[in-house]
């Protein structure tokens, strides 16, 4: 079946930077796209960025622009989420997920197929 495995969260401060992982195994992973979310306690889970089969396309939400980069190595069924000048803002756990389709619709959760279990992201100020 399906899994994706995040790692790479932790405890950093304001301005620091972390790169988690998402390791994907039980499919064929070039021909899923993938994205990232985020889920800050008793809030919604929120799109963070997403990145299409080889990497050609990418989108990110507007507060992780110039910040945040999504890409992928299909080689190693891994995709990756480098944070860079981390806020306080971005403490939340963050997930990975799998969208089978082919649809223009990439920042909704529920156009995704599969989802990992998250890792934590605290930045303390």
């Known amino acids: 079946q399906v899994q994706l495995v995040e790692s790479g969260g932790g405890l950093v401060q304001v301005g620091d930077s972390l790169r ?27 799109f963070v960025a997403y990145i299409s089969r080889y990497g050609s396309t990418t989108t990110y939400t507007d507060s992780v622009k110039g910040r945040f980069t999504i890409s ?44 990992g279990q998250g890792t934590q992201v605290t930045v303390s100020s």
């Open 72 to 115: 992928r190595d299909n080689a190693k069924n891994t995709v990756y989420l480098q944070m860079n000048i981390l806020k306080p803002e971005d403490t939340a756990v963050y997930l990975c997920a799998a969208k089978t389709g082919a649809t223009a619709y990439v920042t909704s959760p529920d156009d995704y197929d599969y989802w």
């Open 20 to 46: 988690l992982s998402c390791a994907a195994s039980g499919l064929t992973f070039s021909t899923f796209r993938m994205g990232w979310f985020r889920q800050a306690p008793g809030k919604e889970r929120e």
